[in-house]
DNA sequence: AAAATTTATGAAATCGGTTTCTGTTTGGGA
DNA sequence: TCCCAAACAGAAACCGATTTCATAAATTTT
């Protein structure tokens, strides 16, 4: 390996003035700066991350902590899309990934040692944030930002959940819907802010609303269950499902029961992810806009850790309504 | 920070007495080793892995290398059900995985260095192979494992493509099937080991074949562009897609012209994920085994790191026929 | 009981950087 | 021409571990 020493023999100066130099720091004379990067060059010298972390105090690494039940864990295809654009602009600011574990094996560690031992310098979380072990993360001294979070611990970027489902049912509304079935995902914060999107767009109106059926995100297999098991009962002229694949489970069981859609029954949901794109009908949705929450998750974390910022805020990234196939008006 | 030193003093030991203890070296007393280990969870002792890597010349840390197009990169879902099993194995054996980066941006390195910066034992490899850099991360002397590679540098871990996908085409055509259209992903060497058994599955029964589309895989809507483009010239009476994605796009463009599946058309394709399970109707496919190729690679690459394993070998999966309801029997 | 091993412990060097602090130049102002 | 401040370069300590090697204690052998 290359180390800064060869690099300071190479070049002649000393090893603290080639690392000044590297790092771009002032009082190297301009010329000696550009022969040490020439002598870099030629020699091939790679700095090694983790002597600098141990003395500088910081990785240029984060942390990303998918905590989600065993089944779903990276395979949930809207927080990846997430990661992928966080990752995108973190790494354009020259920050590597590190992929946090539930560290359910043998070597089984709590978060906050875990980042403690990769020193790293902060952390993006998505999933559930109910655990102690989450927890314990969020109000350590580490920085930590997280999607569809609430709690008041540290900041959280979510879509405008209340006010886009709100929308949407006061258009299925009047589009003569009536009977508006709407199978929610498992109970946290964007659950809640969706049921009182939806409460509120009957309120508005003055008119009997269905139940809320509390069924899981990302499950096709219990939304098609419940589909068959509610549909028959409550009869809705309209189903919501709480994601993209769930709604795909619940349009096959539709199917299954030899109903046609939009014609017998119109479906909405949530996401709007390419699959909902590539179905048919397309699947009339609230689209969250994964790239902007993952350009916001970066910058804010990145604020936190490099300008200190401190502020606990909840940072909204706009969903987009939209209407497709999957809804038809009813005659009135 | 607590450090080894801090637990030096609780102890009453040296550091380097200490460090023994830790890593559970022999030449340390029982009982010494037991004070140090209780003293260590008293003052919550966490390792510095920055600094044991430093030292120890390795980090414990595994890279992971998403080469494909920008629009895909993370959000390739049958790489990432790969991804989410290696992570599971290779974790529980007390590695993280850091994600490497294209480094589009100005802080570009070549992948080797950024290896080497981090000091990572291994590297996985997904995606596209025929780049230079990436090349250049296969001859180093970092172990590397890749998915759906065989140019012979380094392991590789595929499906058995050329057998299944023979016997897909010959039970269609078992079944009647004579125009079958494959749509294939865009050149590579699983994209030629379907095309070998697609071609000598009509070996077999001496019959004509319509000649290949190459289109992309994770393209849905260049898959529906060519269904929309060939389904008229060639007149297939079953088309096969080269993964679920692209198989959507194409079956909604089945639709959009009127036909209906399996009725007009029968459909197949390639990866079988949940996707292809929600859908409807169901496709028949050759169902990849994403778990057992994640568990082949990381086992491969530990085997590799730990035990100095160099064996350059093509390890096969064996991937599964499932015929569903997107396919029909002709009367002969 | 003395000598030869074996076992347990610690001192000190090392990994590859960063950072503080000191000393030497250099240039500008009087 | 002389003095002082600013600019530049380097020596040495340090970050937190591991590892080699020397030494002391315990055990076995003769």
């Given at each position: ?28 004379n ?17 700095p090694?991350?983790n ?35 966080f ?53 350590s ?5 997280a ?17 886009k ?30 049921k ?49 694949f ?15 859609i ?11 992810g390419v699959?909902?794109r ?32 401190d502020k ?21």
């Amino acid at each position: 390996m290359v180390t800064i020493y060869d690099l300071s023999q190479e070049s002649g100066f000393s090893p603290s003035t080639v690392s000044k130099a590297l790092n771009n720091y002032s009082g190297v004379n301009a010329s000696t700066r550009e022969k040490i990067l020439q002598a870099a060059k030629k020699i091939g010298y790679t700095p090694n991350a983790n002597a600098r972390a141990l003395k500088a105090k910081f990785s240029q690494n984060l942390g990303v902590l998918f905590y989600l039940r065993n089944s779903l864990d990276l395979t949930h295809y809207f927080f990846i899309q997430v990661l992928n654009e966080f990752k995108r602009l973190t790494e354009s600011r020259g920050y590597d990934i590190t992929l946090l574990s539930k560290g359910e094996d043998a070597g089984a560690q709590a978060f906050v040692k875990h980042c403690h031992m990769r020193q790293l310098d902060g952390v993006l979380i998505l999933g559930d944030y109910t655990s102690d072990l989450v927890q314990e993360l969020m109000i350590s001294d580490i920085p930590c930002v997280a999607i569809d979070y609430a709690g008041g611990l540290i900041p959280g970027v979510t879509s405008d959940n209340y006010e886009k489902t709100r929308e949407l049912v006061s258009r299925l509304i009047g589009m003569g819907h009536e009977r508006i079935l709407f199978l929610t995902g498992e109970f946290n914060f964007v659950t809640e802010e969706r049921k009182r999107g939806y409460a509120d767009a009957f309120r508005e109106v003055n008119k009997e609303r269905l139940p809320c059926v509390e069924a899981r995100y990302y499950d096709a297999d219990l939304s098609a269950e419940y589909t068959e098991k509610y549909y028959p009962a409550l009869k809705p002229t309209a189903i919501i499902y709480p994601d993209d694949f769930s709604a795909t489970g619940g349009v096959n069981a539709l199917r299954g029961m030899g109903l046609s859609i939009p014609d017998d029954v119109s479906v909405a949901t949530f996401d709007g992810g390419v699959l909902s794109r590539v179905t048919s009908p397309t699947l009339t949705c609230v689209r969250q806009n994964a790239e902007g929450i993952g350009r916001a998750l970066a910058t804010k974390l990145l604020a936190m850790i490099e300008n200190g910022d401190d502020k606990i805020e909840q940072i909204v990234v706009e969903a987009q309504l939209q209407f497709t196939e999957s809804c038809r008006r009813l005659k009135v």
